[in-house]
Structure formats: C-alpha cells, structure tokens
C-alpha cells in the first residue's frame, strides 16, 4: 500500500496530525532486528502491554520510548502528541 494511503487510513489523534498505523510500528520494530517480545522481555513487561502501546490501546511512556529506541523512529512521529518532549 503507498504511504499516502497509510496516512488517509490512520487514526487521527485530534491534537496533532496522524498517528503511525500500528502495521507500521510493527514493521519498523522487525526491521530494525527486535520484535514486540523482545522489547517486553527487556523492560520486564508482558508482550500483551507492549502490543496495547503499539495499538494505542494503553500507554506507557518507558515502552514508547523503547519501541522509539529501538525503531530509532521518533516519538512524535510514532504517536504525534502523545508523549510529551522529556524536559
């Protein structure tokens, strides 16, 4: 699917812009070599919490900012206003 249509299809998150489709997130996180079972296996947390993150089910900031980590994706790209900048 173009990338075009990723960004008609996504969820909009009223406060700013288009969230990343959770495919996507997935993706990237399986690109960069990990997967949702390693990033949970790291931070101590069930593979089911990761997944509620990357589906914006839940949040969860030290997952984001693993997933983003890992992705080397920015948050604000991940989820545009959902994670405030850590000051």
């Given at each position: 699917m173009h990338a075009i249509a990723h960004a008609i299809d996504s969820p909009q998150n009223p406060r700013q812009g288009?969230?990343?489709?959770?495919?996507?997130?997935?993706?990237?996180?399986?690109?960069?070599?990990?997967?949702?079972?390693?990033?949970?296996?790291?931070?101590?947390?069930?593979?089911?919490?990761?997944?509620h993150v990357i589906y914006g089910r839940s949040t969860s900031r030290r997952i984001a900012d693993e997933i983003s980590r890992v992705t080397k994706i920015p948050l604000s790209k991940l989820w545009p206003g959902r994670y405030e900048p850590k000051k």
């Amino acid at each position: 699917m173009h990338a075009i249509a990723h960004a008609i299809d996504s969820p909009q998150n009223p406060r700013q812009g288009v969230v990343m489709h959770p495919a996507d997130i997935k993706a990237a996180i399986e690109k960069a070599g990990s997967s949702q079972i390693a990033i949970a296996r790291k931070l101590g947390v069930s593979d089911v919490a990761v997944n509620h993150v990357i589906y914006g089910r839940s949040t969860s900031r030290r997952i984001a900012d693993e997933i983003s980590r890992v992705t080397k994706i920015p948050l604000s790209k991940l989820w545009p206003g959902r994670y405030e900048p850590k000051k």
